[in-house]
């Protein structure tokens, strides 16, 4: 959409999950969310140096955990309970990720997804009170 830097992260993320050559990530069934292979989206767009998959080198992160503290950064949240096989035939465990302005069919949605900082105050509250995120990639 107009308005829209095309570098940001949302508008990567988009972008790779709508592209037919990832697989490593898709969006759910309602498709209102993101669904991650994690081996395989280290593999496919995280490896660093030669990285030979469809996407390298999209994000700067070269390791799941920062790419996941980029997820958090821009309002997604992780769905409780959501790890298994994305369709039937799949044998992969899938991590579900949500933030309600991130939809397949709603790209002018993504211009409202902000990075979060401490300047701009959009940090939840139980962030601040010392609540801490379980570990990267874990299966709560």
Do not use: M
Not at 32 to 50: K, M
Not at 88 to 102: I, T
């Amino acid at each position: 959409p107009a308005g829209l830097n095309a570098s940001t992260f949302p508008a990567k993320l988009w972008r790779l999950v709508n592209s037919p050559r990832v697989r490593s990530v898709r969006w759910d069934s309602q498709a209102q969310g993101l669904l991650i292979d994690r081996s395989l989206f280290e593999r496919e767009l995280l490896s660093p140096g030669d990285a030979q998959g469809p996407a390298p080198h999209t994000f700067r992160a070269t390791r799941f955990c920062s790419f996941v503290r980029q997820l958090y950064r821009y309002g997604f949240h992780k769905v409780p309970g959501r790890v298994g096989a994305a369709a039937p035939g799949d044998g992969g465990a899938w991590l579900h990720y949500r933030n309600p302005s991130f939809r397949r069919d709603r790209p002018d949605l993504l211009l409202r997804i902000k990075r979060r900082t401490a300047a701009n105050g959009q940090r939840p509250a139980a962030g601040r009170e010392g609540r801490r995120r379980p570990p990267c990639g874990s299966q709560q």
